[in-house]
């Protein structure tokens, strides 16, 4: 199985975009369709909805991929580079 760490730039991300970010899926119609489709997991349960918002801890499973996602980097972080 593929694991993904997907690290928000935000508070959330939509379901959609993050299978586009991650190059699960090669388009936003082709995300939306697998979810659409039944493809897709949100913390162990079928989500259909395409713009479901997803937030730190969530996890997105679908055949053979696993997306975890974090929290954003913070601001001190970035500052102590």
């Known amino acids: ?3 993904i760490d997907f690290p928000l730039r935000g508070e959330f991300i939509t379901l959609d975009r993050l299978l586009k970010a991650t190059g699960i899926a090669p388009s936003g119609g082709m995300a939306k369709a697998m ?8 913390d162990g ?5 395409k713009t479901c918002k997803l937030r730190e801890g969530q996890v997105v499973s679908l055949a053979g991929v696993r997306i ?6 913070s601001a001190e ?4 580079l």
């Not at 972080?77 to 102590?80: G, S």
Request: charged share 30%; net charge neutral; hydrophobic share 40%.
């Open 68 to 73: 975890k996602i974090l929290a954003p980097p």
């Open 1 to 3: 199985m593929n694991l």
């Open 35 to 42: 979810v659409a489709d039944g493809r897709v997991q949100v």
């Open 77 to 80: 972080a970035d500052q102590n």
């Open 45 to 49: 349960r079928d989500e259909l909805r």
